[in-house]
């Protein structure tokens, strides 16, 4: 049962991610910026998890320790990873930046078993090389080439593999309580994600009534069905599972684009659409090897 919940998280997840890019581009049209935007979805969930920490009677009071351990998951997660993903955009084609950084479960993979000594499992392997493939379909290598745009969008790649396999293997949540936990994480993040802002000249709370709406909209779907219920997965199935998974995200995108915005869907794109879900498939329903591992094995710094 448990099982299941983490996939059925990691999957509503995914469709969040997803349609995080649909949503924004109605907040574009009233004078947003990326990194504003960005930062507004974090500020907005800041107060909404400090409330529900107090009325679940968590303590805010965390060791230093954990207070670190937060700062990096923020600043990898939700700092570093959007900054250079949004550079790349305008660098490089954003389906060629997208795919680069859709490289993130190899790291997730790699990073576990250098790291963490974690054994990569076969079905995983197949299941993560189908999904690269189907992913790399969605490219439209058609625009402008750019050797800065196509590392800052792999880094990106790094970084966020980084931070899922480090949420998992701290056991943060665990130890600071799940809405303490993400308090933090929203409120690091907009303290980091404030000064960018204001370098970049995106710095601007005046905006129309209908911007904020559909702000608070992309706030709701990105910090809670997104972010929120990705940890929850990542807890319940192990970060490397979690990351396969949510190569959802782009396949919500596309089909969000084509019913709504009038995109149109190449064959290749339809192709990659089939794969993606199909290596979703083989990873939930292949038997799982049941092998139990020590929690030497996930010992963090």
């Not at 907040?27 to 679940?56: H, Q």
């Not at 299941?127 to 058609?142: D, H, K, M, T, Y």
């Not at 690091?188 to 370098?199: C, K, N, R």
């Amino acid at each position: 049962m448990k099982q299941i919940r983490g996939y059925v998280f990691t999957i509503v997840a995914a469709a969040g991610f997803g349609a995080q890019p649909f949503l924004a581009k109605f907040v574009y049209s009233y004078g947003v910026g990326e990194v504003m935007l960005a930062l507004l979805r974090v500020l907005c969930m800041t107060p909404v998890f400090g409330i529900l920490g107090v009325l679940n009677r968590e303590r805010f009071k965390i060791p230093v320790r954990y207070m670190l351990r937060i700062i990096l998951l923020a600043l990898t997660g939700a700092v570093l990873t959007t900054a250079m993903l949004f550079t790349a955009y305008n660098l490089i084609d954003t389906g060629t930046a997208t795919t680069l950084n859709f490289t993130y479960p190899i790291f997730v993979l790699l990073l576990g078993r250098a790291a963490f000594k974690v054994k990569i499992q076969k079905h995983s392997l197949v299941s993560l090389i189908i999904c690269i493939a189907g992913i790399v379909l969605f490219a439209n290598p058609s625009g402008a080439f750019s050797w800065s745009g196509f590392f800052l969008s792999l880094a990106s790649g790094i970084t966020y593999g980084f931070y899922v396999l480090y949420l998992d293997k701290s056991k943060i949540m665990e130890h600071t309580g799940f809405y303490t936990y993400t308090f933090y994480f929203f409120l690091a993040a907009s303290v980091m994600l404030l000064p960018i802002a204001g370098f970049s000249g995106e710095l601007n709370f005046i905006i129309p009534t209908g911007g904020w709406m559909f702000i608070l909209l992309f706030a709701i779907d990105g910090g809670i069905l997104a972010t929120v219920f990705l940890q929850i997965g990542i807890r319940e199935i192990g970060s490397s599972k979690a990351s396969i998974l949510t190569a959802l995200e782009p396949v919500t995108s596309i089909v969000l684009g084509v019913l709504f915005l009038q995109e149109s869907l190449s064959i290749f794109s339809l192709i990659g659409i089939v794969l993606v879900i199909f290596s979703n498939i083989y990873l939930v329903f292949v038997p799982e090897n049941r092998r139990k591992y020590s929690s030497t094995d996930n010992k963090v710094f």
